[in-house]
């Protein structure tokens, strides 16, 4: 008898199929005497849309809503619907006794294996593969520690409550607000609180009023101290008073302070905090950062499993640490490396604590020798961030001499600080060595012609939320919100609102919805976004709730709550929310309608940002026709180098530059074959087609199509 291996992924299904030598490739499946390794393509079977249950929901109708199966049906997605025929035809193969589930390892990955298995007859026994790496090692022994299905029925139970209740809640409260408002509005459990944490953040700039501050220092030996008041002075005559007084008072050097002490590395990433330093270092958006780590777990096997809420790894992982290190000996942190491996490398209770690992521990790298050459820029931008936190917890810490001098003027005190490195430890890894000039004070000393200077200062907003302080607020949402200590336990307890798997699918949502945009980094809340936060009903806004809801699901995860109690709480809060929205006297008014006719039903269509260009939408939502305006490109402006624009499609499109350079798709057609060998050459198709730094709509593609290649 066989046992069904079911990956998520063709990739992983290859690995294992590799590591467990099923040579004989079948059409969807490859096989030996012991393994059929097969694959979903992400999910295989999903919940049937509202039409699948009555045709009368193909329209969109107030009076049919709230729409509540009395029970879930669960579809075939047609797109996928050969290779789930394949999978299904395995598992119900007569020589096939077991089904192994090799699916990511987590919620999502549980319920893409279990909802074909839903679909498939036999009712076979159940194994689960458990790993948070694709490397060949890894993949040994999680077959030798393969655990019964039963252990993870907790986790599939919550999986499908998610989904469940996301299709009830979902589907019921966005059909009602597209049909009561005309106009494609979208609520949910985890965005709507998320687009209301950045319109409270931008309206709290936008009320902020400005207000002068003043304050004193000294310059001793071009060192500053700082004037130590305790309140900020807001009235100039009470600065320029004391100045006055203090002019004729003596200034001694009372106390001189030297402390040696440490700086320790950050945690080991989790998924939301490498998202945050991604962002802060290279500016890559929470979804283009979990793309890129998707691709050094799968297909690069780089790197642990990238889906995680824990900075820590597991005591039985510390045997592992030489190799981890030794991988990165092809890096720029060689040096570090070939130190590291003069000794024996132990773990540390910095690091590790099994107690905060539950599903998967931090991000690392795996076993496996980088070759740098063959990462794409991002990707090596993002292995070597993990790496250097990952060396940087093995390291020592950075020690440092702290002098703090305190001179007294009359009864006034002024405050210096100096640093001098003792040893520079984890901070060898990204150079920062110090250099500062430590100058010698003696406790005492009275200094002589001090010049007191008067600082002119001003109160300053709190900064818009950037992709990488979102991700913050979303994992900690009372930073955000005015919620009382109950609830601010909940919520820490339940990890914010979202998953680190979902919040950067919830962002993209909010563009894509064109209820947020970015303004140099800064995230604001559009019109839109403002108008679908006053339609949308009062308890989908707070994160209390969104909360509550995660806290459930985790404890459906762990058989501490029932799952068809909470299906049945989501059925009664959808009916009350629909009352709300049926019942509301509210208006939407569209601020971006233009005079173009949607070529499909007639109606005019809505001029729409995204994140590469503009483009124009049909205003009626079912209609869903769209059009591009313009858009960013990888092609570049041959005086200024900056990307172009493209305007149109076509021949007569228009490409332009922000310096003023403009021509059409021919004339940058002609150019590029005027060139001697009629030819692109490989570095610049390299350059400008590289995969992962391609926008999905790349015009570059289509002004080089007809060349000949």
Wanted: with cysteine; proline share 4%.
């Amino acid at each position: 008898m066989k046992s069904v291996v079911l990956a998520e992924k063709p990739s992983v299904a290859r690995d294992i199929a590799r590591v467990l030598n099923c040579n004989q490739k079948k059409n969807g499946y490859m096989e030996n005497n012991q393994y059929i390794v097969t694959w979903a393509l992400g999910h295989l079977v999903t919940n049937a849309d509202p039409e699948q249950y009555d045709s009368k929901y193909k329209t969109w109708d107030m009076k049919d809503l709230p729409i509540l199966p009395e029970r879930m049906k669960l579809v075939v997605i047609g797109k996928t619907r050969k290779q789930f025929n394949v999978v299904k035809s395995q598992i119900e193969r007569q020589d096939v006794n077991e089904v192994i589930i090799a699916t990511d390892a987590g919620r999502e990955g549980e319920l893409v294996a279990r909802l074909i298995l839903e679909k498939c007859k036999g009712n076979k026994p159940v194994k689960r593969l458990w790993i948070s790496s694709v490397t060949d090692g890894a993949i040994r022994e999680g077959f030798k520690k393969l655990k019964p299905g039963s252990e993870y029925h907790g986790l599939y139970q919550a999986a499908l409550a998610r989904s469940e209740a996301d299709w009830i809640v979902g589907i019921n409260a966005t059909r009602a607000l597209t049909t009561k408002y005309d106009a494609q509005l979208s609520t949910g459990r985890v965005q709507t609180p998320t687009l209301q944490m950045v319109k409270i953040r931008q309206d709290a700039i936008n009320q902020f009023q400005p207000r002068k501050y003043y304050g004193l220092n000294i310059v001793v030996d071009g060192v500053t101290f700082n004037w130590q008041s305790p309140n900020r002075i807001f009235d100039e005559t009470v600065v320029d008073a004391l100045i006055k007084k203090l002019q004729t008072e003596k200034a001694v050097i009372s106390d001189v302070e030297t402390n040696e002490k440490k700086r320790y590395p950050g945690k080991l990433y989790d998924l939301t905090s490498l998202q945050q330093d991604a962002y802060r270092r290279f500016k890559y958006s929470a979804k283009e950062t979990l793309s890129t780590m998707q691709n050094l777990y799968e297909s690069h096997k780089l790197v642990t499993y990238p889906r995680t809420d824990s900075n820590y790894l597991t005591t039985d992982m510390v045997s592992t640490l030489k190799d981890r290190v030794a991988s990165l000996s092809t890096t720029e942190y060689r040096a570090q490396v070939v130190e590291l491996l003069k000794s024996p490398i132990k773990g540390s209770s910095h690091f590790i604590n099994d107690a905060k690992v539950s599903d998967h521990h931090a991000i690392v790298p795996t076993e496996v020798r980088v070759n740098l050459d063959s990462l794409s820029g991002r990707e090596q931008n993002i292995y070597l961030l993990i790496a250097e936190r990952f060396l940087s917890n093995l390291m020592p810490p950075n020690v440092y001499a702290e002098q703090k001098v305190t001179v007294n003027i009359g009864e006034s005190i002024f405050v210096a600080k100096q640093e001098q490195t003792v040893t520079l430890g984890f901070k060898a890894l990204n150079r920062q060595a110090s250099t500062d000039k430590h100058h010698r004070f003696v406790k005492g000393t009275q200094l002589e012609n001090i010049k007191i200077n008067k600082t002119t200062h001003e109160t300053e907003p709190p900064p818009y939320l950037n992709e990488g302080t979102l991700l913050k607020a979303m994992e900690n949402p009372s930073s955000i919100f005015e919620i009382d200590k109950t609830a601010q336990s909940t919520l820490k307890s339940a990890g914010g609102i979202g998953t680190v798997a979902t919040r950067a699918d919830i962002i993209e949502k909010l563009y894509n919805l064109n209820a947020i945009e970015n303004f140099n980094g800064n995230i604001k809340v559009t019109n839109k976004g403002r108008q679908l936060l006053e339609l949308a009903p009062n308890a989908l806004k707070s994160p209390e709730l969104t909360a509550d809801w995660e806290h459930k699901l985790t404890l459906i995860e762990k058989n501490k709550y029932d799952k068809n109690k909470f299906i049945d709480e989501m059925r009664k809060f959808t009916k009350e929310i629909i009352d709300e929205i049926k019942s509301s006297e509210d208006k939407f008014k569209h601020d971006n309608m233009t005079t173009t006719e949607c070529p499909t039903c007639g109606k005019f269509m809505l001029e729409k940002k995204t994140r590469n260009g503009k483009m124009l939408v049909c205003q009626d939502p079912t209609c869903g026709t769209k059009k591009n305006v313009q858009r960013k490109t990888n092609a570049r402006c041959p005086e200024c180098k900056k990307k172009l624009t493209l305007h149109g499609k076509g021949p007569k499109a228009m490409y332009s530059c922000t310096c003023g350079f403009r021509e059409t798709q021919e004339q940058m057609d002609k150019r590029f074959k005027s060139r001697k060998t009629g030819k692109v050459s490989k570095n610049e198709m390299k350059k400008y087609m590289k995969k992962d730094e391609e926008p999905i709509n790349n015009p570059f593609a289509d002004a080089l199509k007809n060349l000949n290649l």
